[in-house]
């Protein structure tokens, strides 16, 4: 009965989990057949188009995955801790470049040229950094600037703006940019588990966080946010369980990068949640106020040349339902978000949520789920939440902890991914 039980629950999970994205695709098919306008949805509720292309570049997700399966799980449970972490920050790069390889789309690696970086001469145009600012809302609202520049703060533009004054620009460089992030989200999301909920966990989860379908849709600037923001979250928690000067240094360097994450996206407010509840379970505060405080005051410098932050949230809010948001409407894809989360964190980590019984883990991948939920009704989120929504992912994907046999299951999640890179096409 033991062990009949634990998998009678799972064929039930992964049959739910298969259902909620059968119903909705045909719930989004007779959405397509009765809209009034176009929702620019292929892969409806995905973004992009099914069509199918197997080549021999999908052995190079199929080899790579095999080997992180066979290899990381030992790796995480016995190598020191700080070279785990490297391991498994590595394999999460290497796994995300085999199906960016295996993808072979002629966007894939000029999504963040095109969206941002080719975007920064508009700081030159409007006459340098100030100028730039203090007409970003004003241009914003207009429709003038494309539609990445419209639904975000001016951060990532600006950094490009700044980095390419000093040499460093090109495809190379943005792409590095973008791995390096996902190496960095890895590695925050692994800290943050083994302060909250132990090491013993932390290590169990590690290679789920690197085997996931959520890896296909790491090519775009959402990747940096989630780097971004996720090292602030992980720095300031880690200053919630410390004392004296490292707590100090911990939530300074929280702050200011929260502050930099809520200048590159207005999402990032929503991991705040996270943080505020490790900080009311240790009852420490002291740490959370302080990061808070700079946090706010990266976020009101640019005040100094007229941009304000609020404003350009409630500015991106009227653009969003001005574009495609009017056309796709709110109830459908408050159920469709939801189903994409679930296909991008597979169906292994669906029967880890169901047999997740770690309190203090929980109080990591629940709290995430409470930010996503906040995501999902606030509207600002109909469709494309496969990469809106991968700040939340590497936090959510540490439930794959509660699963043993992690290789049976960590193998499930690699054919989920690779048959979406052989079966979707998708311009980032």
């Known amino acids: 009965m033991t062990v009949r039980r634990p998998a009678v629950q799972a064929a039930a999970v992964l049959a739910a989990w298969a259902l909620l994205l059968v119903a909705v695709w045909f719930l989004g098919q007779h959405k397509l057949a009765n809209a009034t306008g176009r929702m620019q949805l292929g892969a409806m509720p995905l973004f992009g188009s099914w069509e199918w292309h197997v080549e021999s570049y999908l052995f190079a997700p199929i080899i790579v995955g095999a080997l992180v399966i066979v290899v990381l799980p030992v790796i995480a449970a016995r190598w020191r801790w700080r070279y785990a972490v490297l391991a498994t920050a590595l394999a999460a790069v290497a796994f995300s470049l085999a199906l960016a390889f295996a993808h072979s789309h002629p966007r894939t690696w000029t999504d963040l040229d095109h969206h941002y970086a080719s975007n920064a001469h508009f700081v030159d145009d409007a006459g340098g950094f100030g100028p730039f600012l203090q007409g970003y809302t004003g241009l914003q609202l207009e429709g003038v600037y494309p539609v990445h520049l419209q639904s975000h703060p001016p ?122 509840v490790v900080a009311l379970w240790r009852r420490r505060w002291a740490a959370l106020l302080g990061g808070g405080a700079l946090a706010a005051a990266v976020v009101l410098a640019p005040l100094l040349w007229g941009y304000w932050w609020l404003e350009g949230l409630q500015t991106t809010r009227v653009r969003y339902y001005a574009g495609v948001a009017a056309f796709r409407g709110y109830w459908y894809f408050l159920l469709a978000n939801l189903a994409v989360l679930a296909l991008a964190l597979g169906p292994a980590t669906a029967v880890a949520l169901a047999r997740l019984r770690e309190r203090r883990m929980w109080i990591v991948v629940g709290s995430c789920l409470a930010a996503v939920a906040v995501a999902d009704l606030s509207g600002m989120s109909s469709s494309e939440t496969e990469r809106i929504w991968q700040p939340f992912m590497p936090l959510l994907l540490l439930a794959g902890c509660a699963l043993s046999r992690p290789r049976a299951w960590l193998g499930l999640q690699l054919a989920v991914a690779v048959v979406l890179a052989a079966a979707l096409r998708v311009q980032w």
């Open 155 to 276: 951060g990532l533009v600006l950094f490009f703006w700044g980095a390419a004054r000093i040499g460093l620009e090109g495809l190379l460089f943005q792409n590095a940019l973008i791995k390096l992030a996902v190496a960095a989200a890895v590695a925050a999301a692994l800290v943050i588990a083994r302060d909250v909920a132990g090491e013993r966990l932390a290590r169990r989860a590690a290679p789920f966080l690197v085997v996931a379908p959520a890896a296909f849709w790491q090519n775009t600037a959402d990747l940096i946010f989630a780097g971004v923001t996720l090292a602030a979250v992980a720095c300031l928690i880690l200053a919630t369980s410390r004392t004296g000067a490292r707590a100090a240094v911990l939530a300074v360097a929280g702050g200011l990068l929260a502050g930099a994450a809520l200048m590159l996206s207005f999402s990032a407010a929503l991991l705040a949640l996270p943080v505020l």
